[in-house]
């Protein structure tokens, strides 16, 4: 299907719809929203896991200057970062579950 076709079935399938000709479908996603840490929420975390700085800045794919940057409050996590801590938060045993660290 060209981009073209795939423009106009999705047209007609709102006009559809706004006739009441089809239902809207109900596959809806619902997403939290991104989270938000503190300089302790992200040390409490990282010392949670038993991991230093260095090590924790490795499994989440940072510098360990911007985890000190983290934890001393000069600057925040923000988008992936974010949404990664929270998901540790959750699940200590997430890094070891796909493979980020080995103990």
Do not use: C
């Not at 996603?29 to 010392?47: C, N, Q």
């Not at 911007?66 to 200590?92: I, Q, Y």
Request: proline residues 5%; aromatic residues 6%; hydrophobic residues 40%.
């Amino acid at each position: 299907m060209s981009v073209y076709e795939g423009i106009m079935n999705g047209l007609q399938e709102a006009i559809d719809y706004n006739k009441g000709k089809i239902e809207a479908r109900s596959n809806v996603l619902s997403i939290d929203p991104v989270p938000k840490f503190e300089a302790d929420d992200i040390k409490s975390i990282r010392t949670g896991l038993g991991m230093t700085q260095y090590i924790f800045a490795g499994a989440m794919g940072v510098s360990q200057k911007t985890v000190e940057a983290w934890e001393a409050g000069r600057n925040v996590p923000n988008g992936p970062a974010s949404r990664m801590l929270s998901m540790l938060k959750s699940d200590p045993d997430l890094l070891e579950k796909y493979h980020i660290v080995t103990k």
